[in-house]
């Protein structure tokens, strides 16, 4: 029994020694091996690298550096550890890999027409004792594909709502959605991002909902793809909207000025989406006139008469609903002609001279009448003061015709007075 004890006592030291030697082992390879692409200033012999990023199909550069060489040989090796190039001599039968430059201190390799499977670390390794390595991360980039825009299959009637949705594929890291009006950038809902089976990139997708109304007919509805591996703008799909309207009316004269006797129409112009098709002419007042024919959109008059003078009004149809309007006709006399700005200037040059007549001789008489007054004011005036003076002229003496003056009355007969 004590045997066995001290043959277990005896084992297990002997293993932790063997422990610890393989531990100190794997701590002195970690510590001479070193991995990293930072600059030691203090080891001359460490590479050098740096991270790169490449969207696919591009090319990307990985250069290693050292400062001093002992005559070791550089190797740039693969995210599979497989080895590209140990110096200037090609190790991997890839025709997308090429040597740029290899010298003691430096080793410069491409990558041309990259993939999603090139993403990941490269290591550059100088066989110096110890060996020294440094990593470079290369980032490769998803291309998103061009957004595609459904939900533009049916038009939509005024006052209705549309959801649209963008959709775009193979982004790596995910992209972002925008969506616009014209040029006004408009939000939607969220972008939902969704992993692409068998390849490390995503597909995102954002819906977009729109109350319209006749004024977004036409209006361009664009996505945008916003992604680090693209320039602005250039994955961008656009399309117009198709919104169903009623039409609204005008009624256009043939002519401002209709004349006596003349050929006329009047057209009604509708704007709608679709275009109206179907046309309803009346007039407001009775029944259109006997020489008026309604021609679709156009009411014509074979010889215009004052009697056609009146409001008309046009109703315009395009399935979708209707709108309507109304013109007010009137006719000029034959001989006003709208073409010949002299005659009209004559005859409203008449006219303002018959006023001026008028107006002339309303002016003489209102002053003669003023004249007439004034003279009748004038004497009778003079006839008042001649007939109060008289008491004075019939007084036996100075006292009585002072009396008298003042309007007395004692020991004289009343004056009367008279107005004419």
Request: charged fraction near 20%; glycine fraction near 8%.
């Amino acid at each position: 029994m004590s045997g066995m004890r001290a043959s277990k006592n005896m084992t297990f030291p002997v293993f932790q020694r063997a422990a610890l030697r393989a531990l100190a082992a794997l701590t002195m390879l970690l510590a001479t091996s070193v991995r990293s692409n930072f600059v030691f200033d203090d080891d001359p012999l460490q590479p050098v690298t740096q991270d790169e990023t490449v969207s696919v199909g591009g090319v990307v550069t990985l250069t290693c550096s050292v400062k001093e060489n002992d005559n070791s040989s550089l190797q740039w090796s693969n995210t599979a550890q497989q080895t590209l190039y140990f110096g200037e001599k090609r190790a991997l039968r890839d025709n997308r890999i090429q040597l740029v430059k290899s010298t003691a201190t430096e080793l410069i390799i491409t990558i041309s027409e990259v993939q999603l499977s090139d993403d990941g670390e490269y290591t550059c390794s100088i066989f110096t004792m110890p060996v020294r390595t440094a990593r470079a991360t290369v980032t490769v980039l998803g291309v998103p594909g061009k957004p595609v825009i459904t939900g533009f299959e049916d038009a939509v009637q005024e006052g209705g709502k549309v959801t649209l949705t963008c959709t775009s594929s193979g982004s790596k890291p995910p992209a972002k959605l925008h969506w616009f009006r014209d040029q006004e950038e408009i939000q939607g809902r969220p972008d939902v991002v969704e992993s692409n089976p068998d390849e490390p990139t995503y597909t995102v997708t954002s819906e977009l909902t729109l109350a319209v109304s006749r004024h977004d007919n036409n209006a361009l509805i664009a996505c945008a793809v916003d992604h680090p591996s693209i320039a602005n703008g250039d994955k961008r799909t656009e399309q117009p909207l198709n919104v169903l309207f009623s039409p609204s009316v005008s009624i256009q004269p043939e002519s401002d000025l209709p004349r006596e006797g003349e050929k006329f129409f009047l057209q009604c112009v509708g704007n709608g989406n679709p275009e109206p098709t179907a046309f309803v002419w009346r007039r407001k007042d009775g029944e259109l006139p006997p020489m008026a024919k309604v021609d679709d959109a156009f009411l014509r008059f074979e010889s215009l008469n004052k009697t056609d003078n009146g409001v008309y009004e046009c109703q315009a149809d395009n399935g979708i609903g209707t709108g309507d309007v109304t013109h007010t006709l009137l006719v000029q006399e034959a001989g006003v002609n709208a073409e010949d700005p002299t005659a009209m200037s004559t005859s409203s040059g008449v006219d303002h001279a018959v006023i001026g007549g008028v107006v002339a001789v309303i002016v003489f008489i209102m002053l003669c009448l003023l004249i007439v007054l004034g003279r009748y004011l004038i004497r009778h005036k003079g006839t008042y003061l001649t007939h109060e003076a008289k008491g004075s002229d019939d007084a036996p003496d100075a006292d009585t015709a002072i009396i008298n003056a003042e309007g007395g009355h004692s020991g004289v007969d009343d004056k009367k007075e008279y107005f004419i």
